[in-house]
Protein backbone atom coordinates (compact mmCIF):
# COMPACT_ATOMS: atom_id res chain seq x y z
CA UNK A 1 0.00 0.00 0.00
CA UNK A 2 2.90 1.96 -0.10
CA UNK A 3 3.88 3.91 -3.09
CA UNK A 4 6.02 2.14 -5.89
CA UNK A 5 9.58 1.39 -5.41
CA UNK A 6 10.53 3.11 -8.19
CA UNK A 7 10.92 6.62 -6.32
CA UNK A 8 14.40 4.77 -4.26
CA UNK A 9 15.86 4.33 -7.75
CA UNK A 10 15.30 7.46 -9.04
CA UNK A 11 17.03 8.67 -5.48
CA UNK A 12 20.22 6.46 -6.51
CA UNK A 13 20.13 7.73 -9.80
CA UNK A 14 19.84 11.36 -9.14
CA UNK A 15 23.19 11.50 -6.25
CA UNK A 16 25.42 12.33 -8.95
CA UNK A 17 23.58 15.25 -9.67
CA UNK A 18 21.58 16.26 -6.48
CA UNK A 19 24.61 17.49 -4.52
CA UNK A 20 25.37 20.88 -7.21
CA UNK A 21 21.49 21.21 -7.96
CA UNK A 22 19.09 21.95 -5.38
CA UNK A 23 20.67 25.68 -4.31
CA UNK A 24 19.61 26.26 -7.95
CA UNK A 25 16.13 24.44 -7.44
CA UNK A 26 15.20 27.03 -4.45
CA UNK A 27 16.79 29.78 -6.19
CA UNK A 28 14.33 29.44 -9.02
CA UNK A 29 11.73 28.50 -7.09
CA UNK A 30 11.99 31.24 -5.21
CA UNK A 31 12.42 33.76 -7.98
CA UNK A 32 9.48 32.02 -9.95
CA UNK A 33 7.36 32.45 -7.11
CA UNK A 34 8.30 36.46 -6.83
CA UNK A 35 7.85 36.95 -10.81
CA UNK A 36 4.22 35.43 -10.15
CA UNK A 37 3.34 37.74 -7.78
CA UNK A 38 4.30 40.82 -8.69
CA UNK A 39 2.90 40.06 -12.88
CA UNK A 40 -0.41 39.75 -11.25
CA UNK A 41 0.17 42.56 -9.25
CA UNK A 42 1.08 44.69 -12.19
CA UNK A 43 -0.12 43.23 -15.29
CA UNK A 44 -2.94 42.16 -14.72
CA UNK A 45 -6.26 43.87 -16.25
CA UNK A 46 -6.31 47.42 -14.54
CA UNK A 47 -9.93 48.86 -14.30
CA UNK A 48 -11.20 51.30 -16.54
CA UNK A 49 -10.74 55.08 -15.56
CA UNK A 50 -14.23 55.92 -15.80
CA UNK A 51 -15.72 53.18 -14.37
CA UNK A 52 -18.20 53.38 -11.35
CA UNK A 53 -17.95 51.94 -8.16
CA UNK A 54 -21.01 50.16 -8.74
CA UNK A 55 -19.20 48.12 -11.20
CA UNK A 56 -16.84 46.31 -8.33
CA UNK A 57 -17.80 43.11 -7.26
CA UNK A 58 -17.85 41.98 -3.37
CA UNK A 59 -18.11 39.33 -1.25
CA UNK A 60 -21.58 38.00 -0.33
CA UNK A 61 -20.12 37.63 3.03
CA UNK A 62 -19.41 39.04 6.29
CA UNK A 63 -16.48 38.82 8.46
CA UNK A 64 -17.10 36.50 11.43
CA UNK A 65 -20.82 35.74 10.16
CA UNK A 66 -21.99 31.82 11.14
CA UNK A 67 -21.70 29.18 8.72
CA UNK A 68 -22.70 25.49 9.04
CA UNK A 69 -20.84 23.04 6.82
CA UNK A 70 -21.73 19.59 5.26
CA UNK A 71 -19.32 16.96 3.73
CA UNK A 72 -20.19 14.42 1.03
CA UNK A 73 -18.51 11.59 -0.36
CA UNK A 74 -19.63 10.52 -3.54
CA UNK A 75 -18.20 8.44 -6.24
CA UNK A 76 -19.87 10.73 -8.40
CA UNK A 77 -18.66 14.73 -9.54
CA UNK A 78 -22.14 15.46 -9.58
CA UNK A 79 -23.69 15.47 -5.80
CA UNK A 80 -27.73 16.02 -4.90
CA UNK A 81 -28.29 13.16 -2.90
CA UNK A 82 -28.41 15.06 0.26
CA UNK A 83 -30.69 13.25 1.58
CA UNK A 84 -28.29 10.09 1.86
CA UNK A 85 -26.96 10.16 5.70
CA UNK A 86 -24.57 7.31 4.42
CA UNK A 87 -22.86 10.03 2.24
CA UNK A 88 -22.73 12.78 5.36
CA UNK A 89 -19.13 12.26 6.77
CA UNK A 90 -18.86 14.95 8.34
CA UNK A 91 -21.18 18.39 9.48
CA UNK A 92 -20.34 20.84 11.80
CA UNK A 93 -22.39 24.13 13.00
CA UNK A 94 -21.52 28.18 13.85
CA UNK A 95 -18.45 28.43 11.78
CA UNK A 96 -16.56 32.04 11.78
CA UNK A 97 -16.07 33.46 8.43
CA UNK A 98 -12.65 34.54 8.25
CA UNK A 99 -11.88 34.81 11.93
CA UNK A 100 -8.18 33.94 13.15
CA UNK A 101 -8.92 31.54 16.53
CA UNK A 102 -9.54 28.18 17.88
CA UNK A 103 -13.93 28.37 17.37
CA UNK A 104 -12.82 28.61 13.01
CA UNK A 105 -10.70 25.39 13.09
CA UNK A 106 -12.61 22.22 13.37
CA UNK A 107 -11.10 18.11 12.67
CA UNK A 108 -12.50 15.25 12.89
CA UNK A 109 -10.46 11.59 11.94
CA UNK A 110 -12.65 8.57 11.12
CA UNK A 111 -12.37 5.52 8.75
CA UNK A 112 -13.50 5.14 5.32
CA UNK A 113 -14.24 1.92 3.56
CA UNK A 114 -13.98 2.31 -0.11
CA UNK A 115 -16.35 -0.10 -2.58
CA UNK A 116 -15.73 -2.68 -4.97
CA UNK A 117 -15.44 0.35 -7.88
CA UNK A 118 -13.29 2.18 -6.20
CA UNK A 119 -10.79 -0.41 -5.60
CA UNK A 120 -11.00 -1.30 -9.15
CA UNK A 121 -9.86 2.50 -10.09
CA UNK A 122 -12.95 4.07 -9.26
CA UNK A 123 -13.63 7.37 -8.56
CA UNK A 124 -14.32 9.19 -5.15
CA UNK A 125 -15.15 12.77 -4.76
CA UNK A 126 -15.38 15.06 -1.62
CA UNK A 127 -18.51 17.41 -1.55
CA UNK A 128 -18.38 20.36 1.00
CA UNK A 129 -20.91 23.03 0.98
CA UNK A 130 -20.97 26.09 3.38
CA UNK A 131 -24.29 28.22 4.46
CA UNK A 132 -25.45 30.54 6.33
CA UNK A 133 -26.08 28.80 10.13
CA UNK A 134 -29.82 28.03 10.05
CA UNK A 135 -30.43 27.81 6.15
CA UNK A 136 -29.74 24.40 3.99
CA UNK A 137 -27.66 24.12 1.76
CA UNK A 138 -30.11 21.20 -0.11
CA UNK A 139 -31.59 23.01 -2.94
CA UNK A 140 -34.37 21.37 -3.33
CA UNK A 141 -34.94 22.46 0.68
CA UNK A 142 -38.15 25.10 0.36
CA UNK A 143 -36.12 27.28 2.47
CA UNK A 144 -32.79 27.29 0.35
CA UNK A 145 -31.26 30.27 -0.63
CA UNK A 146 -29.09 30.20 -3.74
CA UNK A 147 -27.52 33.74 -1.95
CA UNK A 148 -26.75 31.87 1.26
CA UNK A 149 -25.28 28.69 0.33
CA UNK A 150 -21.79 27.99 -1.65
CA UNK A 151 -19.50 24.39 -2.13
CA UNK A 152 -16.97 22.86 -3.95
CA UNK A 153 -16.25 19.56 -5.43
CA UNK A 154 -12.70 18.20 -5.04
CA UNK A 155 -11.59 14.14 -5.94
CA UNK A 156 -10.14 12.49 -2.79
CA UNK A 157 -7.85 10.08 -4.98
CA UNK A 158 -5.34 10.82 -7.17
CA UNK A 159 -4.01 8.76 -10.13
CA UNK A 160 -0.64 8.03 -11.53
CA UNK A 161 1.15 5.82 -13.93
CA UNK A 162 1.77 2.52 -12.78
CA UNK A 163 5.31 1.27 -12.72
CA UNK A 164 6.66 -1.23 -15.83
CA UNK A 165 7.94 -4.15 -15.18
CA UNK A 166 11.93 -3.69 -13.83
CA UNK A 167 13.46 -4.18 -17.36
CA UNK A 168 17.29 -4.51 -14.69
CA UNK A 169 17.60 -8.10 -13.91
CA UNK A 170 20.90 -9.91 -12.57
CA UNK A 171 23.57 -10.36 -15.00
CA UNK A 172 24.69 -13.52 -13.33
CA UNK A 173 21.37 -15.46 -13.33
CA UNK A 174 20.91 -15.16 -9.34
CA UNK A 175 17.42 -15.14 -8.24
CA UNK A 176 17.89 -13.47 -5.19
CA UNK A 177 20.02 -9.91 -6.38
CA UNK A 178 18.43 -7.42 -3.66
CA UNK A 179 20.72 -6.38 -0.83
CA UNK A 180 17.70 -7.38 1.80
CA UNK A 181 18.01 -10.95 0.25
CA UNK A 182 14.31 -10.83 -1.06
CA UNK A 183 13.57 -12.45 -4.37
CA UNK A 184 13.52 -10.10 -6.69
CA UNK A 185 11.72 -10.83 -10.68
CA UNK A 186 13.60 -11.32 -13.34
CA UNK A 187 12.74 -9.24 -16.87
CA UNK A 188 13.92 -10.39 -20.04
CA UNK A 189 14.49 -7.77 -22.35
CA UNK A 190 12.00 -8.68 -24.64
CA UNK A 191 9.71 -8.78 -22.80
CA UNK A 192 10.36 -4.74 -21.31
CA UNK A 193 10.47 -3.89 -25.04
CA UNK A 194 7.15 -5.27 -25.80
CA UNK A 195 5.69 -3.83 -22.55
CA UNK A 196 6.98 -0.34 -23.75
CA UNK A 197 4.47 -0.50 -26.50
CA UNK A 198 1.33 -1.61 -24.19
CA UNK A 199 -0.87 1.67 -23.15
CA UNK A 200 -0.08 2.94 -19.52
CA UNK A 201 -1.98 1.68 -16.56
CA UNK A 202 -2.87 3.60 -14.12
CA UNK A 203 -3.00 3.19 -9.83
CA UNK A 204 -5.35 4.67 -8.05
CA UNK A 205 -3.67 6.24 -4.27
CA UNK A 206 -5.54 7.60 -1.35
CA UNK A 207 -5.55 10.85 0.20
CA UNK A 208 -5.85 10.56 3.60
CA UNK A 209 -5.91 13.81 4.52
CA UNK A 210 -8.38 16.65 3.80
CA UNK A 211 -7.55 20.25 4.44
CA UNK A 212 -10.64 22.52 3.88
CA UNK A 213 -9.71 26.46 3.71
CA UNK A 214 -11.84 29.56 3.43
CA UNK A 215 -9.72 32.03 1.56
CA UNK A 216 -9.70 35.67 3.60
CA UNK A 217 -10.54 37.71 0.43
CA UNK A 218 -12.75 41.06 0.72
CA UNK A 219 -11.27 42.54 -2.21
CA UNK A 220 -13.61 44.68 -4.38
CA UNK A 221 -12.45 43.35 -7.93
CA UNK A 222 -13.54 45.13 -11.40
CA UNK A 223 -16.21 43.44 -13.08
CA UNK A 224 -14.63 41.47 -15.98
CA UNK A 225 -11.12 42.34 -14.79
CA UNK A 226 -10.70 39.85 -12.00
CA UNK A 227 -6.60 38.85 -11.91
CA UNK A 228 -5.74 35.66 -13.89
CA UNK A 229 -4.67 33.67 -10.75
CA UNK A 230 -7.79 34.86 -8.81
CA UNK A 231 -10.38 33.99 -11.54
CA UNK A 232 -10.03 30.29 -11.64
CA UNK A 233 -11.12 30.13 -8.00
CA UNK A 234 -13.64 32.91 -7.94
CA UNK A 235 -17.02 31.60 -7.91
CA UNK A 236 -19.35 34.52 -8.88
CA UNK A 237 -22.96 34.87 -7.86
CA UNK A 238 -24.63 35.06 -11.83
CA UNK A 239 -28.08 37.66 -10.64
CA UNK A 240 -25.87 39.85 -8.31
CA UNK A 241 -22.69 39.64 -9.96
CA UNK A 242 -20.92 39.07 -6.14
CA UNK A 243 -18.65 36.49 -5.57
CA UNK A 244 -19.22 33.85 -3.04
CA UNK A 245 -16.11 33.05 -0.03
CA UNK A 246 -13.33 30.62 -2.11
CA UNK A 247 -12.96 27.40 -0.74
CA UNK A 248 -9.29 26.16 -1.12
CA UNK A 249 -8.20 22.39 -0.62
CA UNK A 250 -4.85 22.95 0.60
CA UNK A 251 -2.76 19.81 -0.33
CA UNK A 252 0.20 21.73 -0.49
CA UNK A 253 1.96 19.97 2.47
CA UNK A 254 0.18 16.45 1.14
CA UNK A 255 3.43 14.50 0.01
CA UNK A 256 3.33 11.42 -2.41
CA UNK A 257 4.48 9.10 -0.01
CA UNK A 258 1.69 10.00 1.95
CA UNK A 259 -0.49 8.43 -0.09
CA UNK A 260 -1.78 5.14 0.02
CA UNK A 261 -2.19 2.79 -2.80
CA UNK A 262 -6.31 1.35 -3.64
CA UNK A 263 -6.04 -2.17 -4.60
CA UNK A 264 -8.36 -5.06 -3.49
CA UNK A 265 -7.17 -6.23 -0.31
CA UNK A 266 -8.07 -2.10 1.23
CA UNK A 267 -10.60 -2.53 3.81
CA UNK A 268 -10.20 0.79 5.91
CA UNK A 269 -8.49 3.98 4.56
CA UNK A 270 -7.79 7.27 6.87
CA UNK A 271 -9.27 10.28 6.59
CA UNK A 272 -7.79 13.14 8.31
CA UNK A 273 -10.16 16.12 7.89
CA UNK A 274 -9.93 19.81 8.69
CA UNK A 275 -11.65 22.94 7.67
CA UNK A 276 -9.96 26.81 8.81
CA UNK A 277 -9.41 29.92 7.05
CA UNK A 278 -6.67 30.77 5.32
CA UNK A 279 -4.90 34.29 4.37
CA UNK A 280 -4.94 35.92 1.16
CA UNK A 281 -1.23 36.26 0.79
CA UNK A 282 -0.71 32.84 1.71
CA UNK A 283 -3.10 31.55 -0.44
CA UNK A 284 -1.50 33.28 -3.56
CA UNK A 285 2.41 31.93 -2.16
CA UNK A 286 1.12 28.17 -2.48
CA UNK A 287 -0.39 29.07 -5.36
CA UNK A 288 2.58 30.49 -7.47
CA UNK A 289 4.42 28.14 -6.07
CA UNK A 290 2.84 25.22 -7.26
CA UNK A 291 2.91 27.06 -10.53
CA UNK A 292 7.06 27.43 -10.70
CA UNK A 293 6.81 23.62 -9.73
CA UNK A 294 4.74 22.99 -12.91
CA UNK A 295 7.08 25.56 -15.30
CA UNK A 296 10.28 24.00 -14.16
CA UNK A 297 8.93 20.52 -14.74
CA UNK A 298 8.10 21.19 -18.05
CA UNK A 299 11.18 22.89 -18.86
CA UNK A 300 13.20 19.57 -17.72
CA UNK A 301 14.67 21.65 -14.96
CA UNK A 302 13.30 19.70 -12.03
CA UNK A 303 12.17 16.17 -12.14
CA UNK A 304 9.34 14.34 -10.77
CA UNK A 305 9.34 13.91 -6.97
CA UNK A 306 11.53 16.60 -6.16
CA UNK A 307 8.98 18.94 -5.64
CA UNK A 308 8.13 16.63 -2.89
CA UNK A 309 12.12 16.61 -1.31
CA UNK A 310 12.17 20.53 -1.30
CA UNK A 311 8.79 20.40 0.71
CA UNK A 312 10.38 18.16 2.93
CA UNK A 313 13.25 20.82 3.74
CA UNK A 314 10.36 23.16 4.99
CA UNK A 315 8.73 19.99 7.31
CA UNK A 316 11.28 18.33 8.66
CA UNK A 317 14.28 20.93 9.25
CA UNK A 318 15.59 22.87 11.42
CA UNK A 319 14.13 26.46 11.00
CA UNK A 320 17.48 28.53 12.06
CA UNK A 321 19.56 25.77 9.46
CA UNK A 322 16.47 26.33 7.04
CA UNK A 323 17.53 30.47 7.52
CA UNK A 324 20.85 30.13 7.12
CA UNK A 325 20.48 27.77 3.85
CA UNK A 326 17.95 30.35 1.73
CA UNK A 327 20.94 32.92 2.64
CA UNK A 328 23.79 31.03 1.38
CA UNK A 329 21.97 29.48 -1.58
CA UNK A 330 21.84 33.14 -3.02
CA UNK A 331 25.57 32.92 -2.82
CA UNK A 332 26.29 29.46 -3.70
CA UNK A 333 25.23 30.82 -7.71
CA UNK A 334 27.88 33.90 -7.54
CA UNK A 335 31.08 31.63 -6.00
CA UNK A 336 30.35 29.15 -8.49
CA UNK A 337 30.06 31.70 -11.55
CA UNK A 338 33.15 33.01 -10.07
CA UNK A 339 34.95 29.90 -9.98
CA UNK A 340 34.16 28.70 -13.34
CA UNK A 341 35.77 32.50 -14.74
CA UNK A 342 38.78 32.17 -12.58
CA UNK A 343 39.18 28.13 -13.92
CA UNK A 344 38.67 29.79 -17.63
CA UNK A 345 41.23 32.65 -16.96
CA UNK A 346 43.57 30.30 -14.91
CA UNK A 347 44.04 27.84 -17.80
CA UNK A 348 43.69 30.55 -21.08
CA UNK A 349 46.48 32.53 -19.23
CA UNK A 350 48.25 29.71 -17.99
CA UNK A 351 52.18 29.31 -20.52
CA UNK A 352 53.82 26.72 -18.05
CA UNK A 353 53.04 23.22 -17.04
CA UNK A 354 55.50 23.15 -14.08
CA UNK A 355 54.19 22.28 -11.08
CA UNK A 356 50.63 21.00 -12.02
CA UNK A 357 49.66 17.69 -12.62
CA UNK A 358 48.74 17.16 -16.64
CA UNK A 359 47.46 13.62 -16.01
CA UNK A 360 44.89 14.82 -13.15
CA UNK A 361 43.30 17.34 -16.21
CA UNK A 362 43.10 13.97 -18.12
CA UNK A 363 41.61 12.10 -15.42
CA UNK A 364 39.47 14.84 -14.58
CA UNK A 365 38.31 14.30 -18.19
CA UNK A 366 37.38 11.06 -17.87
CA UNK A 367 35.82 11.12 -15.00
CA UNK A 368 33.11 13.88 -16.30
CA UNK A 369 32.52 11.87 -19.55
CA UNK A 370 31.80 8.56 -17.03
CA UNK A 371 29.11 10.75 -15.66
CA UNK A 372 27.70 12.00 -18.63
CA UNK A 373 26.99 8.88 -20.13
CA UNK A 374 25.43 7.42 -16.99
CA UNK A 375 23.41 10.28 -17.02
CA UNK A 376 22.64 9.77 -20.49
CA UNK A 377 21.25 6.05 -19.76
CA UNK A 378 19.39 6.67 -16.76
CA UNK A 379 17.06 9.47 -19.03
CA UNK A 380 18.13 12.70 -17.15
CA UNK A 381 16.50 15.43 -17.69
CA UNK A 382 17.77 17.68 -20.69
CA UNK A 383 19.32 20.50 -18.35
CA UNK A 384 21.26 18.53 -16.34
CA UNK A 385 22.43 16.78 -19.32
CA UNK A 386 23.07 19.97 -21.05
CA UNK A 387 25.10 20.86 -17.72
CA UNK A 388 27.49 17.97 -17.89
CA UNK A 389 27.64 18.31 -21.49
CA UNK A 390 29.51 21.86 -21.59
CA UNK A 391 31.64 20.70 -18.64
CA UNK A 392 32.74 17.55 -20.52
CA UNK A 393 33.71 19.85 -23.18
CA UNK A 394 35.40 22.34 -21.27
CA UNK A 395 37.19 19.49 -19.34
CA UNK A 396 38.37 18.53 -22.58
CA UNK A 397 39.51 21.87 -23.55
CA UNK A 398 41.75 22.08 -20.87
CA UNK A 399 43.97 19.18 -21.83
CA UNK A 400 44.53 20.94 -24.70
CA UNK A 401 45.92 23.79 -22.62
CA UNK A 402 47.77 21.45 -20.24
CA UNK A 403 49.09 19.31 -23.20
CA UNK A 404 50.10 19.14 -27.40
CA UNK A 405 46.98 17.62 -29.38
CA UNK A 406 47.90 16.79 -33.04
CA UNK A 407 45.88 15.13 -35.68
CA UNK A 408 47.24 11.85 -36.98
CA UNK A 409 45.99 11.58 -40.39
CA UNK A 410 48.68 8.70 -41.16
CA UNK A 411 46.07 6.09 -41.28
CA UNK A 412 42.48 5.74 -42.97
CA UNK A 413 40.79 6.78 -39.42
CA UNK A 414 42.39 10.06 -38.16
CA UNK A 415 43.37 9.95 -34.23
CA UNK A 416 44.21 12.35 -31.75
CA UNK A 417 47.60 11.95 -30.27
CA UNK A 418 48.60 13.67 -27.12
CA UNK A 419 52.63 15.12 -26.81
CA UNK A 420 53.56 16.34 -23.27
CA UNK A 421 54.62 20.05 -23.15
CA UNK A 422 58.14 21.39 -22.48
CA UNK A 423 57.54 23.00 -19.25
CA UNK A 424 56.05 19.60 -17.92
CA UNK A 425 58.99 17.09 -19.32
CA UNK A 426 62.20 19.51 -18.79
CA UNK A 427 61.61 19.56 -14.98
CA UNK A 428 60.65 17.14 -12.22
CA UNK A 429 57.22 17.58 -12.56
CA UNK A 430 56.80 14.64 -14.48
CA UNK A 431 58.36 12.39 -12.59
CA UNK A 432 56.42 13.50 -9.58
CA UNK A 433 53.23 13.13 -11.83
CA UNK A 434 54.25 9.60 -12.81
CA UNK A 435 55.50 8.63 -9.28
CA UNK A 436 52.13 9.52 -7.97
CA UNK A 437 49.53 8.40 -10.38
CA UNK A 438 51.23 5.04 -10.50
CA UNK A 439 50.96 4.45 -6.47
CA UNK A 440 47.51 5.78 -6.62
CA UNK A 441 46.52 3.95 -9.72
CA UNK A 442 47.23 0.44 -7.62
CA UNK A 443 44.89 1.49 -5.11
CA UNK A 444 41.95 2.96 -7.63
CA UNK A 445 42.56 0.11 -9.44
CA UNK A 446 41.55 -2.10 -6.44
CA UNK A 447 38.55 -0.12 -5.34
CA UNK A 448 37.04 -0.32 -9.14
CA UNK A 449 37.75 -4.04 -8.77
CA UNK A 450 35.77 -4.69 -5.37
CA UNK A 451 33.31 -2.05 -6.40
CA UNK A 452 32.33 -3.44 -9.86
CA UNK A 453 32.09 -7.21 -8.52
CA UNK A 454 29.67 -6.50 -5.46
CA UNK A 455 27.74 -4.73 -7.78
CA UNK A 456 27.46 -7.44 -10.35
CA UNK A 457 26.83 -10.01 -8.07
CA UNK A 458 24.18 -8.51 -5.59
CA UNK A 459 22.61 -6.11 -8.05
CA UNK A 460 20.64 -5.75 -10.58
CA UNK A 461 21.26 -4.31 -14.41
CA UNK A 462 19.66 -3.22 -17.82
CA UNK A 463 22.66 -4.76 -19.67
CA UNK A 464 26.75 -5.10 -19.20
CA UNK A 465 26.91 -1.82 -20.64
CA UNK A 466 25.03 -0.07 -18.04
CA UNK A 467 26.92 -2.37 -15.40
CA UNK A 468 29.87 -1.02 -16.40
CA UNK A 469 28.96 2.66 -16.79
CA UNK A 470 27.18 2.01 -13.00
CA UNK A 471 30.08 0.80 -11.80
CA UNK A 472 32.60 3.68 -13.21
CA UNK A 473 30.26 6.08 -11.98
CA UNK A 474 30.38 4.80 -8.69
CA UNK A 475 33.95 5.02 -8.55
CA UNK A 476 34.25 8.35 -9.62
CA UNK A 477 31.50 8.91 -7.10
CA UNK A 478 33.08 7.37 -4.12
CA UNK A 479 37.16 7.74 -4.70
CA UNK A 480 37.43 10.89 -6.67
CA UNK A 481 38.91 12.18 -4.60
CA UNK A 482 41.54 9.92 -5.18
CA UNK A 483 42.55 12.04 -8.09
CA UNK A 484 43.59 14.67 -6.47
CA UNK A 485 46.07 13.43 -4.56
CA UNK A 486 48.88 13.84 -7.49
CA UNK A 487 48.96 17.42 -7.31
CA UNK A 488 49.20 17.37 -3.39
CA UNK A 489 52.41 14.95 -4.14
CA UNK A 490 53.76 16.58 -6.70
CA UNK A 491 53.44 20.35 -3.97
CA UNK A 492 55.19 17.99 -1.78
CA UNK A 493 58.04 17.03 -3.90
CA UNK A 494 58.67 20.57 -5.15
CA UNK A 495 58.11 22.61 -2.11
CA UNK A 496 55.82 24.97 -3.49
CA UNK A 497 52.18 25.59 -3.87
CA UNK A 498 52.98 29.08 -6.17
CA UNK A 499 51.53 26.99 -9.24
CA UNK A 500 48.22 26.71 -8.20
CA UNK A 501 45.31 29.13 -9.13
CA UNK A 502 44.51 29.87 -5.46
CA UNK A 503 41.82 32.18 -6.35
CA UNK A 504 39.70 29.89 -8.40
CA UNK A 505 39.93 26.85 -5.87
CA UNK A 506 38.86 29.35 -2.85
CA UNK A 507 36.28 29.97 -4.62
CA UNK A 508 35.06 26.11 -5.27
CA UNK A 509 35.58 25.57 -1.53
CA UNK A 510 33.31 28.26 -0.29
CA UNK A 511 30.98 26.14 -2.72
CA UNK A 512 31.91 22.99 -1.05
CA UNK A 513 31.19 24.81 2.47
CA UNK A 514 27.76 25.54 1.13
CA UNK A 515 27.53 21.93 -0.31
CA UNK A 516 28.40 20.88 3.30
CA UNK A 517 25.40 23.07 4.78
CA UNK A 518 23.23 20.90 2.61
CA UNK A 519 24.36 18.00 3.12
CA UNK A 520 22.97 18.13 6.86
CA UNK A 521 19.53 19.23 5.54
CA UNK A 522 18.84 17.57 2.41
CA UNK A 523 17.69 14.25 2.40
CA UNK A 524 20.48 11.27 1.62
CA UNK A 525 22.04 8.27 1.90
CA UNK A 526 24.89 7.99 4.51
CA UNK A 527 27.47 7.22 2.11
CA UNK A 528 26.49 10.48 -0.46
CA UNK A 529 26.10 12.50 3.11
CA UNK A 530 30.12 11.09 4.03
CA UNK A 531 31.35 12.03 0.36
CA UNK A 532 30.35 15.28 0.29
CA UNK A 533 33.13 16.24 3.14
CA UNK A 534 35.75 14.73 0.80
CA UNK A 535 36.83 17.51 -1.39
CA UNK A 536 36.87 20.05 2.22
CA UNK A 537 40.12 17.50 3.55
CA UNK A 538 41.99 17.99 0.55
CA UNK A 539 41.31 21.77 0.46
CA UNK A 540 42.85 21.66 3.90
CA UNK A 541 45.58 19.98 3.06
CA UNK A 542 46.41 22.40 0.33
CA UNK A 543 46.11 25.04 2.73
CA UNK A 544 48.18 23.67 5.19
CA UNK A 545 50.65 22.96 2.23
CA UNK A 546 50.41 26.88 2.05
CA UNK A 547 51.46 27.54 5.17
CA UNK A 548 54.62 25.60 5.31
CA UNK A 549 55.65 26.17 1.95
CA UNK A 550 57.35 29.60 1.49
CA UNK A 551 56.60 31.36 -1.89
CA UNK A 552 59.46 31.27 -4.32
CA UNK A 553 59.90 34.34 -5.98
CA UNK A 554 62.37 32.54 -9.29
CA UNK A 555 59.61 30.26 -9.85
CA UNK A 556 57.17 30.71 -12.82
CA UNK A 557 53.42 31.25 -12.07
CA UNK A 558 50.51 30.55 -14.00
CA UNK A 559 50.88 33.21 -16.34
CA UNK A 560 54.74 32.45 -16.99
CA UNK A 561 56.35 35.30 -15.09
CA UNK A 562 59.14 35.54 -12.55
CA UNK A 563 58.87 37.49 -9.22
CA UNK A 564 62.10 38.68 -9.64
CA UNK A 565 61.22 39.82 -13.03
CA UNK A 566 58.66 41.95 -11.64
CA UNK A 567 61.38 43.50 -8.83
CA UNK A 568 63.51 44.16 -11.66
CA UNK A 569 60.63 45.72 -13.49
CA UNK A 570 59.48 47.69 -10.55
CA UNK A 571 63.15 48.79 -9.72
CA UNK A 572 64.05 50.09 -13.71
CA UNK A 573 60.89 52.09 -13.31
CA UNK A 574 61.49 54.12 -9.74
CA UNK A 575 65.25 55.08 -11.41
CA UNK A 576 63.50 56.05 -15.05
CA UNK A 577 60.94 58.29 -12.63
CA UNK A 578 63.88 59.55 -10.75
CA UNK A 579 65.55 60.56 -13.75
CA UNK A 580 62.39 62.34 -15.07
CA UNK A 581 62.16 63.69 -11.96
CA UNK A 582 66.28 65.56 -12.22
CA UNK A 583 65.60 66.42 -15.93
CA UNK A 584 62.78 68.30 -14.51
CA UNK A 585 64.14 69.92 -12.15
Request: net charge negative.
Given at each position: ???????????????????????????????????????????????????????????????????????????????????????????????????????????????????EAVKNN???????????????????????????????????????????????????????????????????????????????????????????????????????????????????????????????????????????????????????????????????????????????????????????????VFLEGN???????????????????????????????????????????????????????????????????????????????????????????????????????????????????????????????????????????????????????????????????????????????????????????????????????????????????????????????????????????????????????????????????????????
Amino acid sequence: MAPPEAEGQVQQRRQPQQQGGFSSMITGVIRMAVFWYFASKFFSPKRPSGSEPSQLISNLFHKSEPLDMWFYVSEHEKFNDFANEAALMWHESNIPYAVWGSESTRSLSLKYSPSEAVKNNGSLYAHVYFARSGYPADPNDPEYQPLAAFGRTHSIVAYFPKSRADKKKSLLGNKDSDEGGTVTKVVDETQGDSEDDKPVEWVSYWKPNITINLVDDFTRYPHNAVPPNIAPYLNVEPSTGNYYPSVFFNEFWLLRDKLIQINETVTELPLNLEVGPISMTKWQLFLQIDQSFQIHRSYGSMLEGEADELKRVFLEGNPYLLAITMVVSLLHSVFDFLAFKNDIQFWNKNKSMEGLSAKSVVVSFICQLIVFLYLLDNDTSWMILASSGIGCCIEFWKIGKAMHIEIDRSGRIPMLRFRNRDSYTQNKTKEYDDMAMKYLSYVLFLLVACSSIYSLMYERHRSWYSWILSSLTSCVYMFGFIMMCPQLFINYKLKSVAHLPWRQMTYKFLNTIIDDLFAFVIKMPTLHRLSVFRDDVIFLIYVYQRWIYPVDKRRVNEFGFVGEDDQVAEGAEVTATKEEEKKTN
